[in-house]
Nanobody
Framework: QVQLVESGGGLAQPGGSLRLSCAAS????????MTWVRQAPGKGLEWVST????????YYADFVKGRFTISRDNAKNTLYLQTTSLKPEDTGIYYC?????????WGQGALVTVSS
């Protein structure tokens, strides 16, 4: 069955960086667009970024453009989100999800806390 397992969350200082990973299994990873979505404390889900299967086409929400980079290693069935210049408002649970317009599988989430 489809499995998505995030890792790499943690505590970062404002201006710091973290790299999130999402290990995928149970489907043909290289053929599927993958998405990062986040949820800040007490708020709804927020789309962050999407990458198409080949890895060349990427899309970002305005609030992370220039600070976050989505990438994938299709040989390792792994999705990444490199975060830099983190702000306190980036705090939240980050989920990787399978798909783009329809997200039909989700990981358990990785908690990112940005605080001094």
């Amino acid at each position: 069955q489809v499995q998505l397992v995030e890792s790499g969350g943690g505590l970062a200082q404002p201006g710091g960086s973290l790299r999130l990973s999402c290990a995928a299994s149970g489907f043909t990873f290289s053929s599927i667009a993958m998405t990062w979505v986040r949820q800040a404390p007490g708020k709804g889900l927020e789309w962050v970024s999407t990458i198409y299967g080949g890895g060349r086409d990427t899309y970002y929400a305005d609030f992370v453009k220039g600070r976050f980079t989505i990438s994938r290693d299709n040989a390792k069935n792994t999705l990444y989100l490199q975060t830099t210049s983190l702000k306190p408002e980036d705090t939240g649970i980050y989920y990787c999800a399978k798909g783009f317009t329809t997200l039909d599988a989700w990981g358990q989430g990785a908690l990112v806390t940005v605080s001094s």
